[in-house]
């Protein structure tokens, strides 16, 4: 029985039936954040490459997750969103392992680096498929008219994971070397895959699938403004540690959780007001907020201002890709759900993935405060895009 034919459940019920599910995105994410405050500090100073390669290393992640989308979204739609999320861990796995044979040849700075490039690589594939997969299994699960609630509930885990696994990570390598990264996200996604083999999936929905880049096409407007407004967050996690130490600071890994943590606060307490307001009046909301927070991070004179700039960031981002994925989704039959949720996420990857090498370019030729500067202006190209799009919704 589907879940339209079931009687009207309670929003708690709703609710738990989500996170039962987001939980795979909650492991995915943690195994994504363990590495990532870590990971650049790795590659700059113990195999001594530059900035810029530090960037295109977090960035090859993304890049992967973008490139995977439409695979990722097809695959929900045909096979079915478990069996989906069930090879996204198995990717988390393989990159783990990967990972860890790249800490063991230290020594070998390019082997080192080109075999952390594979396992970044497979782990960004993972992530699409394991984000697509969730929320698609959430919205067959509760109903399309939780959209914003699979949404938020999946961003929830995914940041509160990077919000928990950034500082993890930092404490880990300090204990127990960098070794015991690759050890973490093999066995995290190693227990996950036991876990998920007896939860019942939702059936495949059958009906007319329009081709993916006919999808693509309906969604790419909202997507264009979610990417102006992601870079942001794209900056933050890759360069953070490195801006830090550039300014004679410690405690990077905290931006992150008060990034996140302030995520989370913004979902759980105002996930309502995209129901309430609409999506674009949230998300222009939203967008102003989190370009406030990039440029006090922009203007940071100490780590206590910088913390309240990361906070507003999230804060602000927080809502933004709810809000405009509960206009991009509309946009494409119940059928092609999954690509819908693909191509929009395409242009969240393309955030990421260029974020790295872009504001790696910014800092070397202008210093690394400017590359929040740069993420400023764009969120504010973002907020005019959504502004139009908003009117040409009313029209």
Aim: hydrophobic share 55%; proline share 4%.
């Amino acid at each position: 029985m589907s879940a339209q034919q079931q009687p009207p459940q309670s929003s708690m019920a709703i609710t738990l039936q989500i996170v039962s599910i987001v939980f795979y995105t909650f492991i995915a994410f943690l195994c994504i954040g363990l590495p990532i405050a870590v990971l650049p500090g790795y590659v700059h100073e113990q195999l001594g490459f530059s900035a810029v390669i530090a960037g295109l290393v977090i960035g090859s992640q993304y890049l992967a997750t973008l490139l995977s989308r439409p695979m990722a979204g097809r695959m929900s739609d045909t096979v079915g969103t478990k069996r989906a999320i069930i090879y996204g861990l198995w990717g988390i796995v393989l990159s783990g392992l990967l990972t860890l044979v790249s800490t063991l040849l230290q020594d070998w700075p390019l082997a080192s680096l080109i075999i952390l490039i594979i396992g970044r690589l497979l782990l960004g594939v993972a992530q699409g498929l394991i984000g697509v997969g969730t929320i698609s299994w959430c919205m067959g699960q509760v109903g399309v008219e939780h959209t914003a609630k699979s949404i938020g509930w999946n961003g929830i885990a995914s940041y509160g994971a990077i919000a928990i696994g950034a500082p993890l990570g930092v404490v880990m390598v300090a204990d127990y070397g960098f070794t015991s990264l690759g050890i973490a996200l093999a066995v995290l996604a190693a227990g996950a895959l036991l876990l998920i083999r007896n939860k019942p999936s939702v059936p495949v929905i059958r009906g007319e699938r329009l081709p993916f880049w006919a999808v693509f096409g309906r969604i790419a407007p909202y997507g264009a403004s979610l990417t102006l407004a992601s870079i942001g967050y794209g900056t933050l996690t890759t360069f953070i540690t490195l801006y830090y130490l550039n300014r004679g600071w410690t405690g990077a890994a905290y931006c992150l959780t008060v990034f996140g943590v302030c995520f989370i606060l913004s979902r759980l307490l105002f996930i309502s007001a995209i129901s309430r307001f609409g999506g674009f009046k949230s998300a222009i909301a939203c967008m102003t907020i989190e370009t406030v927070g990039l440029v006090m991070l922009w203007l940071a004179p100490s780590t206590a201002f910088a913390l309240i700039g990361a906070g507003l960031a999230g804060f602000g981002l927080s809502l933004v890709y709810p809000a405009l994925g509960v206009e991009a989704i509309k946009q494409v039959p119940s059928s092609s759900r999954g690509s819908g949720l693909g191509a929009y996420a395409v242009f969240f990857d393309l955030a990421l993935a260029i974020a790295g090498p872009l504001m790696g370019a910014v800092a070397l030729n202008l210093g690394y405060s400017w590359i929040f500067f740069c993420a400023a202006l764009l969120s504010v190209i973002g907020l005019g895009l959504t502004l139009l799009l908003q009117r040409r919704a009313i029209s």
